[in-house]
């Protein structure tokens, strides 16, 4: 199979590149701008001759389908990676999210690639803490413009493969973790405490409670259906069953650092960035019906991604 | 008050400012590219020194932020109006759609023009003949790129409000009929029996059902809130509780026509072209509680609107 990752250098591209090419029969290229992608991230796949690598902006559709010419199945992660950024940059989910999703599926349609992977986020939900999502109840009323950007491309690929006979897949991560990962509340804590390891200022009350899945699941429910489409569009929920606070987090990054006696200084909103979707639970039924299970918990999941972050970051790969 | 219409020279958007000219109080700018706007939709206006017609297009966010300066309210009708049009021209809906409501909006937000009224489309309920539609079935997968183009709409909409202080309604309508319009069943039918009054080939079989709504119901729910918002972001339905098929539409034309002995040629698909939705059926229940009431029904709107166009046409407005 040849498949191409658009934001492949990204953390969860470039996990899906590292799980394709364990697969000889695979090609993989990586359609990357390196604006929040890492070469890092791509290093140990580098050795086989079966990766490409294509450094370009899918802001371009023209060298967007040049690049996808020949390939089966394209993966799509290119988008802004932090939610919390468009308070002071308001079109740059539209410019760095929607418009990305219409050249790729664009993009997907010249070039007769058939299959489009696509990855949304749980902010399509809204923001309602007292209900527990399922796959249908996709909301008008998303309150990021990250999330109105998922949202967006969601209902474009349905349109494309109505109209145009593409087959796509939109998945809705929970947040997602992972060694490689380069954002995220574990990655800004572990950052700040290696440069004050007496001090953790958090963002909001430390009541914020989401889900946390691990990459290695995410990319297994990624590639569940890549020789065999159920359907010319789907979508599923991708989540753990349970959920972590910001607080539990904090107090893991520390102890996992092996540090003591830090301060944590709490802020007094219930929320840690205009937008954010503070307390959000949602169920992955429709994927575990297909039989997909998630190997690790959000504990377990958040566990193993903090200490693999503390091994880079050792290793200077954040610098 | 002082409103600026985005696509005011549109069929909606100019019956919108008629009667917002009504009320000597307000004053209307209309911001129009003309593309599908029309000069004669303004005609009756320009008597009053208080409408303002500015010449340009929606995809210059600059040109929008320019104009929008100094006003209270903005309604957004912008938008390509031909929702067959994608199959041959698949980007249209993106450029002619989405990214207007992101300019519109934008603009909005740097103008601080707080109250937004936007044009949204039952195409957002996707493809599900079965159901009827209340105001909360937000749809993950419309059918025509139309359709998500209104859909990305309405979730920027919602996060413009929740992140930046704005205050939206979205509008899903049933498609709009009066003696006004420039596109539609009605206004084909028209317009192909004055060129040849022998024979009507029909797009589809003819049994598409669908609700028509006379635009005068669409102004008044439009300019219902002016005053005063329901809530920081809210959407609501408009439409008639009663539907048409295609075959009724034909055969009311060429009545109203006084055409007789027309042969009538009906397609064998189920619907009129890729993307349409060819049975839909949806509630305005949550307008109707605020107590607005469509004062014509399907049938109605549509035989007047028939009148009014068949009078345009045989004053040639429509060569």
């Known amino acids: 199979m040849k498949a191409i990752i658009i934001g492949g250098a990204g953390f969860i591209g470039s996990c899906c590149a590292a799980r394709l090419l364990e697969d000889s029969q695979n090609r993989v290229t990586i ?23 294509i450094k370009n902006d899918a802001q371009d559709v023209n060298a967007l389908t040049e690049a996808m010419h020949g390939h089966e199945i394209v993966f799509h992660f ?36 058939e299959k489009i992977i696509y990855a949304s986020g749980s902010g399509i939900f809204g923001d309602n803490p007292s209900k527990v999502f399922n796959e249908d109840d996709f909301s008008s009323t998303p309150t990021s413009t990250y999330a109105a950007s998922k949202a967006a491309g969601e209902t474009l690929l349905s349109a494309y493969s109505s109209m145009f ?11 997602v973790v992972g060694p490689h990962q380069t954002h995220g509340v ?6 700040r405490l ?47 069953d349970d959920t972590l606070t910001v607080k539990q987090i904090a107090e893991l990054v520390i102890s996992e650092m092996g540090l003591q006696d830090v301060v944590v200084q709490y802020g007094s909103a219930d929320r840690g960035w205009s937008g954010d979707v503070p307390r959000i639970r949602f169920t992955a039924s429709k994927m575990k019906a297909y039989g997909w299970c998630p190997q690790r918990n959000a504990l377990e999941a958040m566990r193993a991604s903090i200490r693999g972050m503390i091994d880079n970051a050792n290793k200077g790969l954040f610098e």
Chains 1, 2 share one sequence.
């Open 186 to 191: 574990a990655f800004d804590f572990i950052n």
């Open 78 to 113: 290119a988008s802004n990676p932090d939610i919390a950024k468009a308070a002071t940059e308001p079109t740059i989910d539209f410019y760095q999210g929607t418009l990305l999703s219409q050249n790729v599926f664009e993009a997907a349609r010249l070039t007769g690639v």
């Open 194 to 240: 290696r440069k004050n390891p007496h001090t953790l200022s958090v963002l909001g009350d430390g009541t914020q409670t989401k889900s946390y899945i691990h990459v290695d699941d995410i990319v297994t429910a990624l590639l569940y259906f890549k020789d065999a489409f159920p359907a010319p569009y789907n979508y599923f929920n991708l989540t753990t």
């Open 165 to 175: 006979g593409l087959h796509g897949i939109s998945y809705r991560f929970a947040n």
């Open 31 to 53: 359609f990357d701008n390196f604006s929040s992608g890492r070469h890092w991230h791509l290093e140990t796949l580098l050795s086989t001759q079966r990766i490409n690598i």
